[in-house]
T-cell receptor, first 112, second 114 residues
Framework: KNQVEQSPQSLIILEGKNCTLQCNYTVSPFSNLRWYKQDTGRGPVSLTIMTFSENTKSNGRYTATLDADTKQSSLHITASQLSDSASYICVVSAGSWGKLQFGAGTQVVVTP | DSGVTQTPKHLITATGQRVTLRCSPRSGDLSVYWYQQSLDQGLQFLIQYYNGEERAKGNILERFSAQQFPDLHSELNLSSLELGDSALYFC?????????????FGPGTRLTVL
């Protein structure tokens, strides 16, 4: 069983609207959580990295939240643009050397 | 542009063959990671090298092997290729050997096995 579960699997939103992606994890011990954006056929690009003590982190129109108690994270996209169409991957780093566990990703499609 | 380069960009080969994928990390990065991403699948960690030494192993098949050279570039060797090996192969690099470092991904090599 994957230790990092993302929902929804896919999402279609209208340009200009907001959306929220979810990530639940069971990875332990927790080190940090990252969100990556991956355009089709290209390498993932880091959006945010949060450690245990951080609740919120923003990168432009992307805002990630972390609740380490409930082991949940969300990524909020504000005022979506067509260029936001991509897969968003939640990655949790565990253990002393930080082994990474990847979620399957949420595919976001922004339509005009 | 992440600063990580991968060659070739595309590779088409036949079952049973052997191929080599190459990765050059960002300047100054000591760690290289290899990942496989099959169609509509998530990223699967294969192997990590740090400063020439194998640091961690993931879901890497015995038919696959990798190495990191003194100049820190890395190669992933895939042998006895099967149809199921068709995938995008990504290389990532980070400054140090621990996974906590942010990883910077290359553009990937698309392997098609016919």
């Amino acid at each position: 069983k994957n230790q990092v579960e993302q929902s929804p699997q896919s999402l279609i939103i209208l340009e200009g609207k907001n959306c929220t992606l979810q990530c639940n994890y069971t990875v332990s011990p927790f080190s940090n959580l990252r969100w990556y954006k991956q355009d089709t056929g290209r390498g993932p690009v880091s959006l945010t990295i949060m450690t245990f003590s951080e609740n919120t982190k923003s990168n432009g129109r992307y805002t990630a939240t972390l609740d380490a108690d409930t082991k949940q994270s969300s990524l909020h996209i504000t005022a979506s643009q067509l260029s936001d169409s991509a897969s968003y991957i939640c990655v949790v780093s565990a253990g002393s050397w930080g082994k990474l566990q990847f979620g399957a990703g949420t595919q976001v499609v922004v339509t005009p | 542009d992440s600063g990580v380069t991968q060659t070739p960009k595309h590779l088409i080969t036949a079952t049973g063959q052997r191929v080599t994928l190459r990765c050059s990390p960002r300047s100054g990065d000591l760690s290289v990671y290899w990942y496989q991403q099959s169609l509509d699948q998530g990223l699967q960690f294969l192997i990590q090298y740090y400063n020439g030494e194998e640091r961690a192993k993931g879901n890497i098949l015995e038919r696959f092997s990798a190495q990191q050279f003194p100049d820190l570039h890395s190669e992933l060797n895939l042998s006895s290729l099967e149809l199921g090996d068709s995938a995008l192969y990504f290389c990532a690099s980070s400054p140090q050997g621990i996974g906590d470092n942010e990883q910077f991904f290359g553009p990937g090599t698309r392997l098609t096995v016919l």
